[in-house]
C-alpha cells in the first residue's frame, strides 16, 4: 500500500473476531471479517437477517451490547487503534468523526426531546460551539440541508410528530450536524416509501460529493446498493463470502450465496419466479466445518464440508474475491430466477366491497362544553373499492397517503365517516353482535411490524389458539390439531409452541402472525406492509406462502405496501392512493405499463434496480404529500405533478375513467388526455421530468 493509499483510507477493519457470551456458551457472530474503506467512497454490506451487519457497525463504533467483544483482529479509524482508544477518545470520535445512524429512528430518537434540541446537543458535544445561538443556527441549517420542510418549525417537534421519513431524515440530520468523515448507515430506508427513499439516497449522494464523506451502508435492499454504492461486501452468517465493485459483483456474481440472494430479489418488469433460499442462517453457538453455506447451496460437495475455505481471487484487476470451492462452476453455470409460473387461481364473486367512503379524524366538537370547529384530517375520501374471492388486490401510494386508514376502516376497526361497505352484499353497518362476530372470524389483519401486534406475555401456541377459541366451536383436541397443522404449513418447527414472540426473528414472528390470522379459516386478510422489514430470502417465502394459502383456502387479499416490486409479483389488481383518494386503478399488467397517472409514474421511476449499469430517468418528486387536514382544491396531486396543465388543475377534481382500449378496469384520475398522459416515447423524451 502505498503512501497516497494510507492518507486516503479511513477505515480499516482487519480479521475481527466477534463473540457474545450467552447463558449456553459463545455466540461467534463476525469470524475474520475484513472491510476498507476510502474517502468520499461508498461500501455497500449486503446479507441475510442474522448475518452480522449490524454487529459489525456496532464493532467499529465500539457499541457492542455488555456481553459482547471483538476477540481478535483490529479496527483502525484514520490511522487510530479504536479498540485500544479510551472512552474520552472514543466520546470525541463517536458523533464527531463517525456518525451512525442506527435502523430504527424512533427507537433511537429521544421521545422527551425535541429533533432540535437533539441535534443542538450532539452540536454542542462535538463542536466548539457554546452558544446556544449559534448551535440552533446550526441546526435549523443541516435540517434544511437534509431536505426537512420548514426546518426552524419542524426542530420545535417531537419525534412522534415526524413521519417516518422525516424521522429518518432527523437521525441523519444528527449525524451530518458535525460534518463527519465517516456516516454509518445501518438499514436507512427500511420502511420509507419508494418517493422517501429515492430522495434519501439522492441526499446521500450530494452529501457524499459536497463533504467527500465516507458512506458504510447497511442493507437488505439490494436495489439500493445497487444504485448509490461503489463496491459491495456479501455477508453470511458471520463471514464475509464475496467482495468487490458492485458492477463487477451484481453483473458476474461468483459466490452461490451471492447468486441466490439476487436471483430471489423481486424486480420491477422481470418475469421470475420468487425462489427463497432454502433452509436458513445456522446457529452461530456451533458453527460446522468447512463451508457455512454448504447445507444451503446448490453446488457444494464433501470437499466444501471439511477444512477451511478461504477467499478466492476472481479478477485481480477489480479486487473481485469470493469464498467458494466451485467459484468458477458457479460463474458459468449460474443459479438464476425461473420464470414465474401463470396464476393457478381464478377471482369470484365480490367478498368485500366499499362505495363512496370516507374517513375522517378530528371533526371538531362539543368537549366540556366548548365547541372546536375546525378542518378535519380527511385520511380517506369518497373511496370505492371491490375485492373478489381469491383475489389479490394491491394498495400503494406514499406514507401519509390513508392506505393502512383505509385497510383498518374496510374491517370496522375505525367507524365510517360517511360511504358504505358491503360484506358479501350485506352492509356492514346494519350487521346485529351476532353478524359482526361472524364478520370478524372471517376477515382479519397481518400488522406491518409482527413483534409489536404479538402479545409478548402469551406464548406462539397461546397466540395462534386465541382465534380458534374466539371464532370457532373446536374442542381442545381439535385446537390443537389446528395449532400443529399451522405451524407445520408455516414451516416454523414443533418447538416454536412454547417459546416467546421476542424469542423469534422478524420473519418467525411474521409467520406466526400468518398463522394466527388463518387460524379461523377466514374470506379476507388485510395485509400492511407484511414484508417491509423483511430480508429478500425471508420476504419470498411469506409472499410464495400467501400464493399458496390463497389457493388452498380461496382467501382474498387486500395488500398495502409501498414496494412496487411486491405488488407486481403477486397482486391481480392495483389501486394507487394518494392523499386519501384513488387516482389509478386496473389489473397488474395495466398498472405497470402506460398510460400511467403521473403519480403513478413517479412511483415506478423512483425504484432502484439490480443493474448498477442502467441509466434510467429518474423522476423525483418535490415535497412532501400535503396535509389531509387542509388538502388543496382541484386535484390533489397538482401541487406537485410534473405535468400540471394550469387553471382546470386547481380548481376541477378529476374523476376515474377508463383509459384505452379496456373493459373500465383501467381508470385514471387525470385532467391529461390519455395520449399527454403517458407513452412509451414520453419516459426517453422527457427524462428530467
Not at 405497470?592 to 409514474?601: G, K, S
Amino acid at each position: 500500500m502505498t503512501q497516497s493509499d494510507i492518507n486516503n483510507t479511513i477505515l480499516e477493519v482487519e480479521n475481527i473476531n466477534v463473540e457474545f457470551s450467552v447463558p449456553d456458551g459463545t455466540v461467534q457472530a463476525l469470524r475474520d471479517v475484513s472491510v476498507s474503506l476510502d474517502k468520499g467512497e461508498t461500501l455497500g454490506i449486503a446479507g441475510e437477517s442474522g448475518s452480522g451487519k449490524s454487529t459489525l457497525a456496532l464493532a467499529i463504533v465500539q457499541y457492542l451490547d455488555s456481553n459482547g467483544h471483538v476477540s481478535d483482529g483490529s479496527i483502525r479509524f484514520k490511522g487510530r487503534d479504536i479498540l485500544n482508544a479510551s472512552k474520552d477518545e472514543l466520546r470525541s470520535i463517536r458523533g464527531g468523526e463517525i456518525a451512525h445512524v442506527a435502523q430504527r429512528p424512533s427507537q433511537a430518537l429521544n421521545p422527551s426531546l425535541t429533533i432540535g434540541e437533539q441535534i443542538s446537543e450532539s452540536i454542542r458535544l462535538h463542536q466548539d460551539i457554546d452558544s446556544s445561538d449559534d448551535a440552533r443556527e446550526r441546526t435549523i441549517e443541516v435540517l434544511d440541508q437534509v431536505n426537512i420542510p420548514d426546518p426552524a418549525e419542524m426542530s420545535e417537534r417531537y419525534p412522534h410528530e415526524l413521519s417516518g421519513g422525516q424521522q429518518q431524515r432527523a437521525m441523519l440530520a444528527i449525524g451530518l450536524s458535525c460534518n463527519p468523515d465517516l456516516l454509518i448507515l445501518d438499514e436507512p430506508t427500511t420502511g420509507l416509501d419508494v418517493t422517501t427513499q429515492a430522495k434519501f439516497l439522492d441526499l446521500i449522494q450530494d452529501l457524499k460529493s459536497e463533504y467527500n464523506t465516507a458512506i458504510l451502508l447497511i442493507t437488505h435492499n439490494l436495489g439500493v446498493i445497487s444504485e448509490i454504492a461503489d463496491r459491495v461486501n456479501v455477508l453470511y452468517a458471520g463471514k464475509m463470502v464475496e467482495k468487490g465493485p458492485v458492477k463487477e459483483v451484481f453483473s458476474n456474481p461468483a459466490n452461490p450465496y451471492t447468486q441466490a440472494l439476487l436471483a430471489t430479489t423481486p424486480e420491477l418488469g422481470v418475469d421470475k419466479e420468487l425462489r427463497p433460499i432454502p433452509g436458513r442462517i445456522p446457529d452461530l453457538d456451533n458453527i460446522p466445518d468447512g463451508c457455512i453455506f454448504a447445507d444451503r447451496c446448490d453446488y457444494a460437495t464433501e470437499k466444501c464440508e471439511t477444512g477451511s475455505i478461504r477467499m478466492e481471487t476472481v479478477s485481480e484487476r477489480d479486487g473481485h474475491e469470493s469464498r467458494c470451492l466451485h467459484w468458477e462452476t458457479a460463474i458459468s453455470d449460474p443459479i438464476e430466477a425461473e420464470e414465474s409460473a401463470a396464476p393457478s387461481h381464478t377471482p369470484g364473486e365480490d367478498v368485500l366491497s366499499a362505495e363512496k367512503l370516507k374517513k375522517y379524524y378530528d371533526v371538531g366538537g362539543v368537549i366540556q362544553n366548548r365547541f372546536f370547529d375546525h378542518q378535519p384530517v380527511q385520511a380517506v375520501s369518497d373511496v370505492s373499492l371491490t375485492i373478489r374471492e381469491s383475489e389479490t388486490v394491491g394498495l400503494v401510494g406514499e406514507s401519509g397517503c390513508g392506505k393502512s386508514t383505509l385497510g383498518r376502516t374496510l374491517l370496522k376497526l375505525h367507524d365510517t365517516t360517511d360511504g358504505s361497505i358491503e360484506f358479501r352484499h350485506q352492509e356492514l353497518s346494519g350487521l346485529n353482535k351476532e353478524q359482526l362476530q361472524q364478520f370478524r372470524s372471517e376477515c382479519q389483519i397481518i400488522f406491518q411490524d409482527p413483534e409489536a401486534s404479538l402479545n409478548p406475555n402469551k406464548t406462539i401456541e397461546e397466540i395462534i389458539e386465541r382465534p380458534l377459541k374466539l371464532f370457532t366451536e373446536n374442542p381442545p383436541e381439535e385446537r390443537q390439531q389446528r395449532i400443529t397443522e399451522l405451524i407445520e404449513q408455516m414451516n416454523l418447527g414443533r418447538e416454536i409452541r412454547s417459546k416467546y414472540p421476542h424469542e423469534l426473528s422478524g420473519g418467525q414472528q411474521q409467520r406466526v402472525a400468518i398463522a394466527r390470522a388463518f387460524a379461523a379459516n377466514p374470506s379476507l386478510i388485510v395485509l400492511d406492509e407484511p414484508v417491509a422489514s423483511l430480508d429478500v430470502s425471508v420476504q419470498a417465502s411469506i409472499l410464495n406462502l400467501l400464493n399458496e394459502l390463497r389457493d388452498e383456502y380461496g382467501t382474498s387479499y387486500l395488500l398495502i405496501s409501498h414496494d412496487l416490486s411486491v405488488i407486481e409479483s403477486i397482486c391481480d389488481r392495483v389501486a394507487v392512493m394518494y392523499l386519501g383518494e384513488i387516482i389509478e386503478t386496473g389489473t397488474t399488467s395495466e398498472i405497470f405499463a402506460p398510460p400511467y397517472h403521473p403519480y403513478t409514474r413517479s412511483l415506478l421511476r423512483s425504484i432502484p434496480t439490480l443493474d448498477p449499469t442502467e441509466d434510467i430517468a429518474q423522476i423525483r418528486l418535490d415535497g412532501d404529500v400535503p396535509s389531509a387536514r387542509d388538502p388543496p382544491s382541484g386535484c390533489s396531486f397538482h401541487t406537485r405533478c410534473p405535468k400540471k396543465i394550469g387553471d382546470i388543475c386547481e380548481t376541477e377534481d378529476p374523476q376515474l375513467e377508463s383509459v384505452g382500449d379496456t373493459d373500465n378496469s383501467h381508470c385514471i384520475s387525470c385532467h391529461l388526455d390519455q395520449d399527454q398522459i403517458e407513452s412509451p416515447l414520453d419516459m426517453v423524451a422527457n427524462p428530467e421530468m
